[in-house]
């Protein structure tokens, strides 16, 4: 097939060649977005894990807060030394309240959560001078050594009508101070700002929780779209490929198997090995036609020759047949008188008379210088009388003489085949008819008789 009408189909290279590209900036987009969704999602994880951190900066603020209380109230209700020294283990060592405050300032600085714990945490200190006043009273009431004490306790300056009670009720105004309502009032104040605080943060949380699940989102979509789009190109991809090549593929198999041309479609390049294929194909038969009809035919005549001879009585059901022998009488006089190329014209003229009075279905054989053979196929004993007569006629067409070709008579043999009877033995009854034409003075035609 020529380049014109090759059909228009797309490059298997061109189409590789964009597959990759393809397959390529998809998945540099899918790495960027992945990276940007892992990094959202430490970024949320980040965000979660600082909000549980001020979360619990805050409570550990309340907890430093109420047990600064509560060992303030123990010691104002016992007299116990121990608690006091609890509440200024926490104040001054442990710091709960300070350090909260520090952690929170350090990651919300300048926030209204970093806003209200500072104003507790000055509601709170605020409230230790309250603390250290009772405690001041209750160790006065104990009558301990004011000097053991914390220096807080020693620099609070009692008022001179608590001077003036007695240790009894020193005592009790020592309770009531961390039990009334203004000090109830603070601490309440206190945990309100704690708790604003906690809401505060709760907010600034989801505020950022929602912007970065919200991006995150964005950023799975836009996965999820590249992901798609990477399958269907993939797809397309497979589906061209089988469509261009693989399809052909498995249809020039089966052609080639029939030995059949290759159907042209399918991509460019195997367009052009279908026809480069094709061409070759066509030469090879055209050239194992000639070899074959040049193995089993006679150059000379065009009849069959020996060898398509053999292979007729191999592939043919002989059992039906007519087998017919015959020579050209006195041939070598001919060739001697007259030179071999007027033989050969004899023999032209014998071959196509021969093709012209019998059946297309009837093959002619050369088998060797002037012997003829003639299978009949599909013809009983009955079609004796037919080829005799039609052996006569011949010999009464080959008599007459022209210019370049003299007068020829055949001897013919007839044999029918038979069951029992294997090739070898139809060709020598044949024979063993000719011999006896050829006594009898040849020029005629006898069947063979068991």
């Known amino acids: ?43 949320m994880r980040d965000s979660t894990d600082s909000f549980i951190k001020l979360q619990q900066s805050a409570y550990n603020m309340q907890i430093g807060s109420d047990y600064l209380t509560e060992q303030a109230r123990y010691f104002a209700v016992t007299g116990e030394i121990q608690y006091l020294q609890n509440y200024f283990e926490e104040a001054n060592v442990t710091k709960r309240r300070d350090n909260a405050l520090d952690t929170i300032k350090s990651e919300l600085s300048g926030s209204s959560a970093a806003n209200y714990l500072t104003q507790s945490m000055n509601e709170s200190v605020e409230l230790m001078q309250t603390e250290y006043y009772s405690m001041r009273l209750t160790v006065e009431a104990n009558d301990y050594n004011l000097s053991e004490f914390p220096q807080e306790v020693q620099d609070v300056t009692l008022k001179s009508e608590d001077k003036a009670l007695s240790k009894t009720d020193m005592k009790t105004r020592a309770l009531t101070l961390l039990m009334n309502k203004d000090y109830r009032d603070k601490k309440t104040a206190i945990n309100d700002n704690m708790q604003l605080c906690l809401e505060s943060m709760v907010g600034e949380t989801e505020k950022e929780q929602i912007h970065t699940s919200t991006r995150l989102q964005e950023l799975l979509l836009r996965q999820f779209v590249l ?154 004993p009955d079609a004796g009388n037919v080829l005799s007569r039609k052996i006569h006629h011949i010999n009464n067409y080959l008599s ?50 068991n």
């Open 400 to 449: 007459l003489a022209d210019d370049d070709v003299p007068s020829i008579s055949l001897s013919v043999g007839i044999a029918f085949g038979k069951a029992g009877i294997d090739n070898e033995r139809l060709f020598k009854q044949a024979d063993s008819a000719l011999y006896k034409v050829k006594q009898n003075g040849r020029k005629g035609c006898l069947v063979y008789k």
């Open 227 to 380: 992901i798609i789009i990477l399958i269907i190109a993939t797809m397309t991809f497979i589906a061209l490929i089988t469509a261009l090549v693989i399809r052909p593929m498995k249809k020039a198999v089966i052609y080639i198997r029939e030995d059949k041309p290759i159907p042209v479609f399918g991509s460019e390049e195997f367009q052009f090995l279908a026809e480069t294929n094709n061409l070759m194909h066509e030469s090879s038969k055209r050239r194992t036609g000639q070899l074959a009809f040049e193995a089993s035919h006679d150059k000379l005549t065009g009849t069959f020759n020996r060898n398509g001879y053999d292979r007729l009585t191999k592939t043919l059901d002989m059992k039906n047949s007519a087998l017919l022998l015959i020579d050209l009488d006195n041939f070598k006089n001919i060739n001697d008188t007259y030179g071999h190329a007027v033989g050969d014209l004899v023999l032209v003229k014998v071959a196509d008379t021969l093709m012209d009075n019998f059946r297309s279905s009837d093959y002619i054989c050369r088998i060797g210088g002037d012997e003829f053979a003639i299978i009949a196929a599909e013809t009983g």
């Open 1 to 43: 097939m020529s380049e014109t009408k090759r059909r228009r189909s797309l490059s298997i290279y061109k189409l590789n060649i964009s597959m990759i590209l393809i397959v390529l900036g998809v998945s540099v987009l899918i790495l960027i977005s992945g990276y940007h969704t892992v990094k959202g999602y430490i970024n």
